[in-house]
């Protein structure tokens, strides 16, 4: 044994007749030893050469394959990006051209491609898509164009429907003894409810109808409907039956569409308060009289006006007092539908109504389109919505002044328009106006200190007398003013014998509308002088 593993494990091998190489360590250096048996029997011979030595000649060769492999691997490397940018050019260019195509630019151009493979195909691809995109556009742009010119003629016939409506604000502004409002809501830009009134010798005619069918066809039947009624009004206006008959003929010739409308129909006369009324085929009105009790108007229910030439309609009548309401509406109201698709319903109308009596027709009118949408709760309007309130109240105007003498001249036409609408006789007239222009000056001069400027209202009522019961109606002065205190009833009577010079300051005025008046009362309402002045007209 040498002491040195390494020949130690060398000897061993060669001993038992191995064969092969092995690395041995001898002091820093490492050596490369051979060795196999001889064919003479028990010889082994082993050969031990320096590692240097072994791989000094292989050194050149090993760094010219390193060499050539690295040379080799940039050589592929710049040849697959030459290929895969040959690959993907048409690929850039292909995006290229979809990115403006995708930001709107559909004429830009496609680049070609030579060889029909994959790439070729999805060329083919993008040119239908943007051919495709070319079209629709062109399409679109002309639906657009004709949408946007349907929009704007719906919107011309919207406005000249609702401009053949009566207008809202004040409606009959020369009469303070009716009531009356009404609003409709169509569905869609232009519907088929309609409602009317027309005042011709002291008789209100109205209707408010529902054509069948929505849309276009129905707003033109509607426009037709109204124009009917007008004339039909001049030459039928004694009942809201014969009424109904003249439109009934008139709709039904040459009804090639089968087109038909529903309305309610009256007259009601301002002179006898009689309501006469028609309904043809239409929702029962809501009754209110003037103590609040509400109840669904009872009529014969004739056939909707335009389905038959010769028709035989049933009319009714009733007396109509002052504060007594009628409302009229379509069945866009009671069956305006919520989320869950419940129905408005008359009941729910009965009892809003009752709540309501006191109010006016355009409070009321205004209150019922709120708690219908209220009640919708966002649910699409499916129906036009239109609803009437006609109520006799008692004649009434009214006109508010300043204390200065220019004012006399705005109450003269005050008090000529009165007359006029509440029918006073010219003999009366005259000496009305000169005890109300007398109370009025007394007032001017008198009320307010000097330079100090104050209203002076006027409200003018006409009713029948309660304390008679002929004809005989009765006219009501009521004058206010904030001026100082004083009452005119307790003045002394002018002395009308003596000279003008001599005579006090207003007496001949306080005179003249005390003794043209049947009654004179004053009240002292805090700060308000209330002067009352009665004229009882057979």
Same mark, same amino acid.
Not at 153 to 162: F, G, K, M, T
Not at 347 to 365: D, K, P, Q, Y
């Given at each position: 044994m ?5 020949l130690?494990?060398?000897? *061993?091998?060669?001993l ?11 002091g ?15 010889w ?10 072994v791989?000094s ?13 690295a ?14 940018r040959?690959?993907t ?15 709107g630019?559909?004429?830009?151009e ?7 493979d994959?790439?070729?195909q ?13 079209k ?6 002309i ?11 719906l ?6 429907q609702?401009s053949?409506?009566?207008k ?19 569905a869609?830009e ?12 002291d008789?209100?005619c ?10 276009v ?12 009624? *007008?004339?039909?009004? *001049? ?9 109904a008959?003249a ?7 040459n ?7 529903t309305?309610?129909? =009256?007259?009601?006369d ?16 809501l ?6 009790h509400?109840?669904?108007?009872q009529?014969e229910?004739?056939i909707?006006?335009g ?12 007396d ?27 009941? *729910? ?17 205004k209150?019922?389109n709120?708690?219908v ?6 649910a ?6 239109t ?5 006799k ?5 009214s006109?508010?002044?300043t204390?200065?003498?220019?004012e006399?001249?705005?109450l003269?036409?005050?008090?000529? =328009? ?10 009366i007239?005259?000496?009305l ?11 001017i001069?008198?009320?307010?200190p000097k ?11 006409y ?5 008679s019961?002929?004809?005989a ?7 206010i ?10 003045q ?6 003596s ?24 009240q ?15």
């Amino acid at each position: 044994m040498t002491g040195d593993p390494a020949l130690d494990s060398l000897g *061993r091998k060669m001993l038992n007749g191995e064969k092969g190489m092995m690395e041995i360590l001898k002091g820093k250096d490492y050596s490369m030893a051979v060795y196999r048996p001889l064919q003479t029997k028990g010889w082994s011979v082993a050969l031990v050469c320096s590692r240097l030595d072994v791989f000094s000649s292989l050194m050149p060769i090993m760094w010219f394959a390193g060499i050539a492999v690295a040379l080799g691997i940039l050589l592929m490397f710049f040849l697959c990006v030459i290929a895969i940018r040959h690959i993907t050019r048409p690929l850039e260019t292909l995006t290229a051209s979809t990115s403006e195509i995708a930001r709107g630019n559909l004429h830009v151009e496609v680049p070609e491609l030579k060889v029909e493979d994959e790439m070729w195909q999805l060329r083919q691809s993008f040119v239908h898509m943007q051919k495709s995109l070319r079209k629709h556009i062109a399409e679109l742009t002309i639906s657009t164009a004709n949408n946007e010119r349907i929009k704007s003629e719906l919107s011309i016939a919207n406005n000249i429907q609702h401009s053949m409506m009566p207008k809202t604000h004040q409606p009959l502004p020369d009469r303070s003894d009716i009531d009356i409002h009404a609003s409709l809501l169509p569905a869609k830009e232009v519907g088929g409810d309609l409602y009317d009134y027309y005042l011709y010798h002291d008789k209100l005619c109205f209707i408010v109808g529902d054509v069948s069918g929505k849309g276009v066809p129905a707003a033109l039947y509607m426009a037709m409907t109204m124009r009917v009624f *007008r004339i039909a009004c *001049r030459h039928h206006i004694n009942t809201a039956h014969e009424i109904a008959e003249a439109m009934g003929r008139t709709l039904a010739e040459n009804n090639e569409s089968n087109m038909f409308i529903t309305a309610f129909i =009256g007259v009601l006369d301002l002179k006898t308060n009689k309501l006469g009324y028609c309904n043809a085929g239409h929702n029962q009105p809501l009754l209110v009289l003037p103590d609040g009790h509400c109840s669904l108007l009872q009529a014969e229910n004739n056939i909707p006006l335009g389905i038959m030439e010769r028709f035989d309609f049933e009319g009714a009548s009733m007396d109509f007092p002052v504060e007594t309401k009628l409302l009229v509406y379509t069945d866009g109201l009671t069956e305006a539908e919520d989320q869950q698709k419940n129905q408005f319903g008359e009941e *729910r109308l009965i009892s809003i109504m009752e709540e309501l009596s006191n109010l006016s027709s355009h409070e009321i009118v205004k209150t019922l389109n709120a708690k219908v949408k209220e009640f919708a709760n966002g649910a699409q309007q499916s129906d036009d919505l239109t609803i009437l309130c006609i109520s006799k109240r008692t004649p009434r105007r009214s006109i508010l002044l300043t204390n200065k003498m220019s004012e006399v001249t705005k109450l003269r036409n005050f008090m000529e =328009g009165a007359a006029k609408e509440f029918g006073i006789p010219d003999d009366i007239r005259l000496s009305l106006n000169l005890a109300v222009e007398e109370a009025v000056v007394n007032v001017i001069n008198y009320a307010y200190p000097k330079g100090t400027m104050g209203d002076i209202e006027l409200n003018v009522t006409y009713a029948p007398n309660p304390e008679s019961s002929d004809d005989a109606k009765v006219i009501n002065f009521t004058l206010i003013d904030q001026g100082i205190p004083f009452d005119p009833t307790t003045q002394a009577e002018a002395d009308t014998t003596s000279d003008l010079e001599n005579r006090e300051i207003g007496g001949l005025g306080i005179h003249l509308f005390q003794n043209l008046m049947d009654r004179t009362e004053y009240q002292r309402d805090g700060n308000d002088n209330i002067l009352i002045m009665t004229k009882t007209i057979n």
